[in-house]
């Protein structure tokens, strides 16, 4: 006889009694039913188990199921160690188990991801920050090779308030990461492969604010901060995008973590997260455009003055 | 104006600090969402900091056209 305390997550195990069902699966085929269940709250039961000797040290994986939730599973919820003095016991086939319990909700429902929980909406914010400061990244890329192109201020004044937009936005993408970090590992920062290369993405581009605050001379600001902004880019895609992906890595969505990897991000995320970005993304070029027409402004002035 | 933002910033901050500090229970309760809702509250004041500095470069390059 085994007792297994089981805490739900959004279930409805008090009203659902009458259909509730507690299963231990031992492999493709058996598995053992519970024979009591107890109910102490929507939230709350335990199960009981009347297992006998298995021949070997077994990882069961525990199966909750009733008509309104449907079917919850935890894989590798139990390991079963037998005494050499109990009876041999032949689970069941899990022919019993009815299969047709996997349901949809109705309604408007997050995927249930562990670790994540609710903080799954973080897709929207800080992830689409994310995204959105690459956009904005590579407008700034763009005008910087216009720059060294053409020798038009106009275009050194569009890369730099992009790039600034986007420094902004990955400032902001840090600290919200770090919040999450805060509650989710315990700790505000972790030396994690991912948080550090985003970190040195971050001194690299601030170098680039540096650079251009640094020097007076406008067209040796211009053409320095240009081919800067060309290298700083180049060093971001390995930095974000592979390094973090070759190695393990706590963050979500790298080494085997949930997150956006294939069947992570479900649609109802999508129909939220896409429109996020494009949000963050206009209102980053909004912020930038205000900081072009300021730096016309100033050009303008400059030149008046002469 | 900066001390009026910055006010605003520490209004808006204090119980989610008070309650990180006092209760941690209370950011990772119903499934950790209030620390997304801290993540919303951070990313609104980095953006309204950011736009009160372009507003104070704005009134600067007013003034000097003026002058």
Do not use: C
């Amino acid at each position: 006889m085994a007792d297994i305390n089981i805490t739900g997550y959004n279930s409805n195990y008090l009203s659902q009694r009458s259909s509730l069902q507690v299963w231990l699966k031992i492999d493709s085929v058996s598995g053992y039913q519970a024979t009591k269940i107890t109910v102490s709250g929507e939230r709350q039961l335990t199960a009981t188990f009347d297992i006998g000797a298995l021949p070997d040290t077994t990882e069961a994986l525990l199966l909750v199921l009733n008509a309104e939730d449907g079917t919850a599973i935890r894989p590798r919820a139990v390991k079963i160690n037998s005494a050499e003095d109990q009876a041999p016991s032949v689970p069941t086939k899990l022919t019993n188990l009815p299969v047709n319990t996997f349901k949809t909700k109705a309604g408007f429902y997050f995927p249930y991801r562990s670790i994540l929980d609710e903080t799954i909406r973080n897709t929207f914010f800080h992830v689409a920050l994310w995204m959105a400061m690459f956009a904005l990244l590579l407008i700034g890329l763009y005008h910087s090779i216009q720059y060294l192109l053409t020798k038009r201020i106009e275009s050194d004044i569009k890369a730099a308030s992009y790039s600034y937009a986007a420094i902004l936005y990955g400032l902001l993408g840090l600290a919200t990461g770090s919040v999450w970090a805060r509650y989710t590992w315990g700790t505000w920062w972790t030396p994690d492969v991912k948080l550090n290369m985003a970190a040195i993405t971050m001194l690299i581009y601030a170098a680039y604010a540096v650079l251009r605050a640094g020097i007076n001379d406008i067209d040796k600001r211009s053409q320095l901060s240009a081919i800067y902004n060309i290298f700083a880019f180049a060093a971001m895609i390995p930095l974000l995008f592979v390094i973090p992906r070759l190695t393990d890595s706590l963050h979500p969505g790298n080494g085997g973590n949930p997150a956006l990897g294939g069947e992570d991000l479900d649609n109802t995320l999508r129909m939220v997260f896409y429109p996020a970005i494009i949000g963050l993304f206009l209102l980053g070029r909004w912020i930038a455009t205000l900081n072009i027409r300021i730096e016309r402004l100033r050009i303008r002035k400059l030149q008046s003055d002469l | 104006m900066k001390q009026t933002i910055f006010l605003i910033a520490i209004a808006l901050l204090t119980p989610a600090l008070l309650m990180a500090h006092g209760s941690e229970d209370f950011l990772r309760s119903t499934g950790k969402i209030y620390s997304v809702v801290l993540a919303v509250v951070i990313i609104f004041l980095g953006i309204v900091i950011y736009l009160v500095r372009i507003d104070r470069k704005v009134s600067r390059l007013e003034k000097e056209m003026r002058d």
